[in-house]
């Protein structure tokens, strides 16, 4: 009943700025927690950066002060804002939310997953 729909990835150049897109639908109340994770080949998935409710964010090291997390209540939406990036950060993007439904139930949903490649 719920999805979360990736985009904004694709090809950069080291140092360059890409911005991420999550959009969730369905009977929705409100979207409590929101996350970004990223993974990449023969490595585990890894916690990118959370976002609170109230739009309150904390980062991994690898990535602090070059990606901001933010939010969209009325809309459903949140973003990963990603600057200065490097070929490390090449991974596949997923969103994750703790969504509570009409219904006052809290589920955790993902997203497909985007790809974000960092090459010269």
């Known amino acids: 009943?719920?999805?979360?729909v990736e985009s904004g990835g694709g090809l950069v150049q080291p140092g360059g700025s890409?911005?991420?897109?999550?959009a969730a639908s369905g009977s929705i109340f409100a979207i409590n927690g929101m996350a970004w994770y990223r993974q990449a080949p023969g490595k585990q998935r890894e916690l990118v950066a959370t976002i609170t409710y109230q739009?309150?964010?904390?980062y991994a090291d690898s990535v602090e002060g070059r990606?901001?997390?933010?939010?969209?209540?009325?809309?459903?939406t949140f973003y990963l804002q990603m600057n200065s990036l490097k070929p490390e950060d090449t991974a596949?993007?997923?969103?994750?939310?703790?969504?509570?439904?009409?219904?006052?139930?809290?589920?955790?949903?993902?997203g497909q997953g985007t790809q974000v490649t960092v090459s010269s």
């Open 67 to 76: 990606f901001t997390g933010s939010r969209d209540n009325t809309n459903n």
């Open 18 to 22: 890409l911005r991420l897109s999550c």
């Open 92 to 110: 596949v993007y997923y969103c994750n939310a703790d969504v509570i439904s009409r219904s006052l139930r809290s589920d955790n949903y993902w």
């Open 55 to 58: 739009g309150r964010t904390n």
């Open 1 to 4: 009943q719920v999805q979360l």
